[in-house]
């Protein structure tokens, strides 16, 4: 009954339903909406004397009304009102219009905020789930914030609260399906939160909580908790490794023991779901040390390899298929990230598998074999899927684009010396039939490939050439960039490549980008062969110029530049045609060809010695394969809601791992006797045992850049030597170098070890901060914690928690923001914790962030600055120091702290007071606090340098109106001079 009493809508809304769907055109709709919608503002307008049963009926017409497309400008205070109705179909229809109308952010958030805590809180269970679908819905920054420790507070296990029900109208057993109900509605707005904001929530808390939801005997609420599971271990992946037994025992019950209720029977399969999130939780991690656990994990996984032997892919229903499937492939995703630490027998078995279902009908099994094998190539090699080539090259003809897309990168990724060029080839010719949707990215892929596996560059040129005829509107500006850096640095092809170019662009047609490469290796190359027949210097600009017309504005413009090149080099030849071109075009309505036009007939006349200074040959291009422009336009893979268990690589996994077994020492060792470990329903402990010697060195096999080898002296490359510390000598004047450092384009070492470089750049504007570290890793390193620890007055948070492993040789960044609230006189400092080959290992870095980052340079005369200095006569706002210095003090020094220092240190000159031994400016502190008339707060400072060139000495004297910053003034000197 209650369920068709919410159902039964009111009669005004039906006959506004039929209305709408009996307009005969949308004149007549937009009409009737109008007037609608002209009817609901007035009773809005007096909405004090409508009924509940009036609210709730304009409150659902508002809703179709916006689900039909139109604008809902008003009524959202009454949304808001039906929130707080104690009747349930009010406040049902109250969440549809606030899920429906209010995004994240907008001004009465606030007001709702306020009644979804309040059903949340309350022992409603109706009120709590519509609630917490709503907060589901919506996600957000304000709502994680607000509702995040509510939400978390509903997470609970059923079986632990379901004997203290206090309803005595339903059993222990309904209270218990209610409970369970709620709990599983939780956890899902729980992740949704914690998506849109991992800092609303502390996973490290979770692992125990998580620990006693997973042994739960209702299969929806460990479904529910293993979704949370993983988006807490995409995150903060080491934090969960103890739970890696409970998740082999739900394996173990569903795969081995068959053990599932009926209500999570799908298809004959015990909860399909299930199965896949486990599985997908363990890649996150190593293979488990305890013997026992891999064993239970080993038959979990041979049954699953064995399902496909006896599917009967004729007559089996697709269901079924796709939920086996799904596990399988998991099941086989899982075998891969174990690489050598699987069992050889199933690490065969799985590619066995996938080589069987690379050549099955089915568009969805072969796209996720070709995905797997990506996976595979990259971890193992190349050669491990090379015997696959001519299947995957079939499945470029596929008709599936998504399928193509997949099986170009898996040649991509399968490619190595011995086979690169003939995947080029046959990627050439399928270049020829390819259709739209993925003629670019085949050309990228050509590109990479022919550059990095050429052994002749006549080949590549060759390639190339035929890539851009067969192709050349799928170009991309980066590839014949490219071509032209590969061309112009081998001066071995440069006569090859200039004969090759001119001879495509003397025929009547010529593609634009052939043109345009042309252009630019004749203007730099081309006289190379200029004393041939048919190719000198006139014969250049004649094959070239005829293209001119037909060019775009680019192409044009790179034209020009080639002529004024040729007039340079060719004067005799075709000087004055060139000329009366730049005359005409000195004209032209194109604002870019017009401004090269007159600057290069103005260079013709110049001294012919500069214009031979400035037309000279452009130098060889600095490359390096990292920094591959073609690298930044190859596709991305597509992201996902959880960081894919596929990017944590073997580094990280192996700093999970050393975290899990220490924190589990640490336990050990506090714990009191008696006190047991934490276990799974099978028996077995949630630890692994700790190794008894020294782990050896874990190769990276996820690094593409090595050719998967393993680093050639394990002595060289241990996390020792990797966490060795610099000198305090060193850092010291890393660290005073750094401190000079502003501006979006200036950057310092700040910090080197055996394993890193940290870069140092900085943004700062009034009191406020922007700090860019650059970590350069010489070494691949595991997931890189971040921790800030800052002084009283100064606050300092990094963008993220947590940087992603960095490969060596790659480059990870860490974004800063400060604000200065009050004066300070420390450094923060930046506490980086990572792995190395396995080994933990801490850096903490000394940031160069003082009251001078936050100042602001105050020239002044004389006479002011002496007024000042004057009125500055409280007690301690004078500090005075006389120091020696390392430096030779000399007149030389003096001037460089005029010229660079004080500058750097944003410090304003004071005129006519000083001599070539002394220096006297003034600056101001801006900070955060607003003063009584609501501007920001700022403390002046003044101060004066005096050099004793005998003593090799300073004296410094600051004064400045708050204490605090006259020290601290003081101070950042004492450290730059010293």
Not at 750 to 771: K, P, S, W
Request: proline share 4%; aromatic share 8%; glycine share 4%.
């Amino acid at each position: 009954m209650e369920f068709a009493a919410f159902i039964s809508q009111p009669r005004g809304l039906h006959n506004f339903v039929s209305d709408i769907r009996n307009a005969k055109n949308k004149d007549d709709e937009r009409v009737r909406v109008d007037k609608e919608l002209a009817n609901i503002r007035q009773k809005f307008s007096n909405s004090a004397g409508l009924s509940s049963y009036d609210k709730k009926k304009y409150v659902w017409k508002l809703c179709y009304i916006y689900m039909l497309g139109y604008e809902v400008d008003f009524g959202h205070v009454e949304f808001i009102s039906l929130l707080s109705s104690t009747k349930f179909q009010e406040k049902a229809v109250g969440y549809m219009a606030f899920s429906m109308m209010f995004r994240p952010g907008d001004e009465l958030m606030t007001l709702a905020v306020n009644s979804m805590r309040n059903d949340i809180c309350s022992q409603i269970n109706s009120s709590q789930s519509l609630a917490l679908a709503a907060v589901s819905n919506m996600g957000g920054s304000d709502l994680a914030e607000a509702l995040a420790p509510d939400v978390q507070r509903l997470i609970a296990s059923p079986s632990e609260i379901s004997g203290s029900f206090q309803n005595i109208n339903i059993s222990a057993e309904q209270e218990y399906r209610n409970r369970s109900f709620l709990c599983k509605k939780a956890a899902m707005c729980l992740l949704r939160l914690f998506r849109t904001n991992p800092e609303c929530v502390v996973v490290d808390e979770w692992m125990r909580r998580i620990a006693k939801l997973l042994e739960d005997r209702d299969f929806g609420v460990i479904t529910s908790i293993m979704s949370l599971l993983l988006g807490f271990a995409s995150n903060s992946t080491a934090a969960f490794e103890p739970l890696i037994p409970y998740v082999i025992s739900i394996l173990t019950r569903l795969v081995v023991n068959h053990t599932c209720p009926q209500e999570y029977l799908y298809c004959g399969i015990a909860s399909p779901w299930l199965q896949v999130k486990c599985l997908r939780f363990l890649q996150y991690y190593k293979i488990p040390s305890d013997a026992t656990q891999v064993d239970l994990l080993n038959d979990v996984l041979v049954k699953t390899l064995v399902r496909p032997q006896q599917h009967d892919y004729g007559h089996d229903s697709a269901n079924k298929n796709n939920a086996e499937n799904s596990i399988l492939f998991e099941a086989i995703n899982l075998i891969i990230s174990y690489g050598s630490d699987c069992p050889d027998q199933l690490r065969e078995q799985a590619l066995a598998l996938l080589g069987k279902f690379i050549n099955l009908k089915d568009a969805n099994i072969r796209y996720l074999s070709i995905d797997a094998m990506t996976r595979l190539a990259k971890l193992e090699g190349p050669q491990v899927v090379e015997p696959y080539q001519a299947a995957v090259l079939d499945s470029l003809k596929d008709t599936d684009v998504s399928l193509r897309k997949r099986a170009l990168i898996l040649l991509y990724v399968m490619a190595y010396e011995n086979n690169a060029r003939d995947i080029v080839e046959e990627l050439v010719k399928n270049l020829v039939i390819a259709d739209a949707a993925i003629k670019e990215d085949i050309v990228v892929k050509i590109a990479i490939l022919a550059e990095k596996y050429s052994r002749d560059f006549k080949w590549y040129v060759d390639t190339m050439v035929q890539v851009i005829i067969v192709a050349g509107d799928y170009v991309a500006e980066a590839v014949w960039f490219r071509i032209v850096q590969v061309v112009i640095n081998n001066t071995d092809i440069h006569e090859y490549a200039a004969e090759k170019m001119l001879g495509l662009v003397q025929a009547k047609f010529a593609h634009e980008i052939v043109v345009a490469i042309a252009a630019y290796l004749l203007g730099e190359i081309g006289v190379n062969i200029c004393d041939k027949p048919s190719m000198t210097g006139y014969d250049q600009f004649v094959a070239l110029h005829q293209h001119f017309a037909n060019a775009s504005i680019k192409v044009q413009c790179i034209l020009l530049t080639t002529y004024v090149k040729f007039v340079n080099l060719y004067p005799e030849q075709c000087k004055d045609l060139i000329l009366d071109i730049f005359t005409k075009f000195s004209k032209s309505s194109q604002l870019e060809v017009q401004q090269r036009a007159v600057e290069y007939l103005a260079l013709s006349a110049v001294d012919p010695s500069t214009v031979e200074a400035v037309l000279n040959t452009m130098p060889a291009f600095e490359l390096d394969k990292r920094e591959n422009i073609l690298l930044t336009i190859e596709a991305a893979e597509a992201k996902s809601a959880d960081r894919p268990a596929w990017s944590v690589d073997q580094g990280e996994k192996a700093a999970s791992r050393a975290s899990a077994v220490a924190a589990k020492a640490s336990e050990t060792a506090a714990a009191p006797a008696g006190t047991a470990s934490i276990k799974p329903s099978n028996g077995s402990t949630s630890s692994a045992p700790a190794p008894a010697a020294k782990a050896a060195p874990v190769v990276d096999l996820l690094s593409l850049d090595d050719d998967y080898a393993a680093p050639s002296s394990s002595s060289s490359s241990s996390a020792a030597g990797a966490g060795a510390e610099p000198s305090a000598e060193d850092l010291k004047e890393l660290f005073n170098k750094a401190a000079l450092v502003h501006g979006a384009t200036e950057k310092a070492t700040l910090y080197e070890n055996g394993a890193f470089t940290l870069t140092y750049m900085t943004d700062y504007r009034g009191h406020q901060g922007r700090i860019a570290l650059f970590l350069q890793a010489k070494q691949s390193l595991g997931a890189i914690r971040i921790a800030c620890a800052a002084p009283e007055g100064l606050n300092l948070r990094a963008q993220s928690s947590e940087v992603p492993g960095v490969a060596a040789g790659e480059e990870g960044r860490i974004l800063l923001a400060a604000e200065a609230m009050r004066p300070f006189n420390e450094a923060p400092t930046l506490t980086l914790s990572y792995s190395v080959y396995g080994t933990n290992v801490t850096a903490q870095v000394k940031l160069p962030i003082s009251v001078m980052s936050f100042g602001q340079a105050l020239p002044s005369d004389k006479a002011t600055y002496m007024t000042r200095w004057k009125a500055i006569t409280a007690e301690r706002t004078e500090n005075q120091l006389v120091f020696p210095s390392s430096k030779k003090v000399d007149a030389a020094l003096m001037q460089h702290i005029r010229d660079v220092l004080m500058p750097a240190a944003r410090v304003g000159v004071a005129e006519g007071l000083d001599n070539e031994r002394t220096f006297t400016g003034s600056t101001t502190f801006v900070t955060g606090t607003q003063g009584a008339d609501g501007k920001p707060v700022a403390v002046g400072a003044l101060l004066r340098i005096e050099a004793d060139f005998a003593g090799n000495k300073f004296r410094i004297t600051v004064r400045a109106t708050h204490p605090v910053v006259s020290a601290a003034v003081k101070d950042f000197f004492v450290g730059q001079l010293s």
